[in-house]
């Protein structure tokens, strides 16, 4: 019962800081393609990498959570 809880609070910090983070790149890339409008193409590139990146990280994160329960 006690690992559940854990993996509880362990989803939810994952889940908070892939948001976070999420958050943090896209208005970063809002504001470089405010300054460098002709960039755009190569930041919206980046951003949208960095991003899967993160999810994927947070996907791993859950996953890893949901196996502690199981055990």
């Known amino acids: ?6 993996a509880a609070i362990g989803v ?6 892939a948001g976070l983070g999420i958050g943090r790149i896209g208005g970063s ?3 470089s393609i405010a300054r460098q409008p002709e960039a755009t193409a190569k930041i919206q590139t980046a951003m949208i990498i960095a ?12 996953v890893a959570a949901a196996l502690l329960v199981k055990q």
């Open 1 to 6: 019962m006690a690992s559940s809880g854990i």
């Open 12 to 17: 939810g910090l994952v889940v908070l800081g």
């Open 29 to 31: 890339a809002v504001e």
């Open 51 to 62: 991003a899967a990146l993160i999810e994927g990280l947070a996907l791993f994160g859950v």
